[in-house]
């Protein structure tokens, strides 16, 4: 697909056989931070799945207390959770707009403190179509909103929201959208083959970005040991023995020295003269 | 009475997980649950999960890993952090084991002799000196922690009644906010130690680690020039062991 969409479900829909892997096609289990065990269920779910990445879509009606934050914080390490250019996804769901951003904000910033940077909130508030983005229930609605979100603005990532009430409305629905795409691809075919490619483009752009980050913060590393090595430690203590000791001789001297080895039996007699050969006897 | 069991919380910086996992399924000689954490934004671990996921899963061998809990953080707090990330997954997890292993992919370029380093903190996990940790553990109630003796360090100085640490503003400060009130200085330099899960655990549980966690420093912090609340909780993960009424002990 060319637009992100999210299949928003719970246990029982995502613990049973979901579609095959699609492009921009992601599953996220609703829970209740004000229900016993909610967070607790979708936890258990998003560890012990190891081929699928799911995200959590909360359902925001009151503040988060400092312990539900924290335990929403547990989830981002999980290697299943799912990340968007490395960045992990949070659905917020709820009737009270200023609420939502509230309690997205606050999550931020515990997540900041984590030294979890950027996450991607999604803040979902109602049916309609806003910004680009759209939350549907039924398979019927769902098409026919996908089908004006492309022809509206088919060149910048929408993101949808479905939420299937089962395995199969969920694949009736991926098959209305793939056969809504597929005709905007036959209206359309070279607008839509240049929006795959800036999709792929733009994939590879975040992972060669990150590369470059992960590359420049280790030569910084490197950087810091040599600078420790030099600097008040015992490395330094054997380099100022070796220039007080060795280095200050002149260099007749040191070339003797080479010469009292060979004949001493220490070094061959062939590494005077060239490199490629075994130096040192032992 | 049941065998003993242990949990292993390791984590890792430089990648070369299946050399890990394989490591410690030949030297762990009890039945052992490995909570493994990963460096997500080093250099050396940028595998895609999924993948990362599958192989360690094939990795799993012998008769003594029951399972893998993996893991993923950022840099922050170096192994204390990522160490922290396990511990609160192991208390999600709701794991019983009687003790705990903490290791790490320690590697210290900016020693000389770091791989002399290395070998001795690593040889924890040697069947002999598991042998005898398990024995002594046994033998001693007292005793919380065990490590090799030559990574047992003191910095406070009796006589001057002070820590000789850069460190010792942060180690002041954590230990009268975590009430830690024993007279016992001594800590395991490196953090690779045995210790009984049930103190290490009560305390986890009133001390949530991504509360300790978001207090540590991000990055390659190190304690060679000024101190920091990551090498801190270093000595701090010894101490609040010694708080509630128990020991350390050398092999």
């Known amino acids: 697909m060319i637009n992100r969409i999210f299949f928003i479900s719970d246990k029982a829909v995502l613990s049973g056989d979901l579609l095959p892997p699609e492009e921009n096609i992601y599953y996220s289990i609703l829970a209740d931070p004000l229900v016993d065990g909610s967070l607790e269920d979708a936890y258990t779910l998003i560890t012990h799945s190891t081929h699928l990445s799911l995200a959590l879509t909360l359902d925001i009606r009151e503040r988060l207390t400092a312990e539900r934050i924290r335990f929403i914080t547990s989830f981002l390490f999980i290697p299943s959770y799912l990340t968007l250019e490395f960045r992990p996804v949070i659905n917020l769901k709820g009737h009270y707009p200023e ?93 839509y083959s240049l929006i795959q490619t800036n999709r792929r483009l733009e994939k590879e752009l975040h992972s060669l970005n990150r590369r470059y980050a992960s590359t420049y913060t280790e030569l910084n590393h490197q950087k810091q040991y040599l600078e420790i090595l030099r600097s008040d430690h015992a490395t330094k203590e054997l380099q100022d023995y070796y220039n007080n000791e060795y280095e200050i001789l002149p260099l007749w001297y040191k070339r003797f020295g080479h010469i009292l080895k060979v004949l001493t039996g220490k070094r061959t007699f062939q590494s005077l003269f060239r490199d490629g050969v075994k130096k040192y006897k032992n | 009475m049941n065998p003993p069991s242990c949990s292993i919380f390791f984590h890792n910086y430089y990648g070369r997980h299946e050399d890990w996992i394989r490591l410690f399924s030949q030297k762990i000689g009890i039945a052992f649950t490995l909570f493994y954490n990963i460096t997500d934004d080093s250099l050396y671990n940028l595998e895609d999960d999924h993948r990362l996921m599958d192989r360690l899963q094939q990795a799993i061998s012998g008769p003594w890993l029951k399972k893998i809990v993996l893991r993923r953080s950022p840099n922050q707090g170096k ?142 912090i190190m304690d060679e020039t000024s101190g920091s609340n990551t090498h801190a909780w270093e000595r701090m993960l010894s101490w609040l062991i010694f708080a509630q009424g128990y020991t350390i002990k050398g092999l």
Request: one cysteine or more; aromatic letters at 12%; proline letters at 4%.
């Open chain 1, 99 to 191: 609420l939502l951003r509230e309690e997205a904000a606050s999550l931020s910033a515990y997540f900041s403190l984590q030294g979890i940077p950027k996450p991607v909130f999604h803040i979902i508030t109602g049916d309609e179509v806003a910004e680009g983005n759209g939350s549907f229930h039924s398979g019927e609605a769902l098409a026919a909103g996908y089908t004006h979100l492309l022809r509206s603005e088919p060149d910048s990532y929408a993101t949808i929201f479905f939420y299937p009430a089962s395995g199969e409305i969920l694949r009736s629905a991926f098959l209305s959208l793939q056969e809504a795409e597929m005709q905007y691809r036959r209206e359309v075919p070279q607008l």
């Open chain 2, 79 to 220: 192994d204390i952090g990522g160490k922290l990330v396990l511990l609160d997954t192991c208390l999600h997890e709701q794991e019983n084991s009687e003790y705990s292993i903490f290791l790490h992919d320690k590697k210290s370029p900016y020693k000389i002799q770091n791989q002399e380093w290395k070998d001795k903190l690593f040889r924890i996990i040697e069947p002999s000196f598991a042998e005898k940790a398990m024995v002594s553990f046994a033998k001693n109630k007292e005793i919380g922690i065990i490590a090799g003796s030559d990574s047992i360090y003191n910095e406070y100085d009796y006589s001057q009644q002070a820590f000789i640490s850069n460190n010792r503003s942060q180690l002041i400060q954590l230990r009268s906010g975590f009430a830690i009130d024993s007279t016992d200085y001594r800590y395991v330099a490196g953090t690779m130690f045995w210790v009984r899960s049930l103190p290490l655990l009560d305390f986890f549980r009133r001390y949530p680690p991504l509360e300790i966690r978001k207090t540590l420093e991000k990055g390659n």
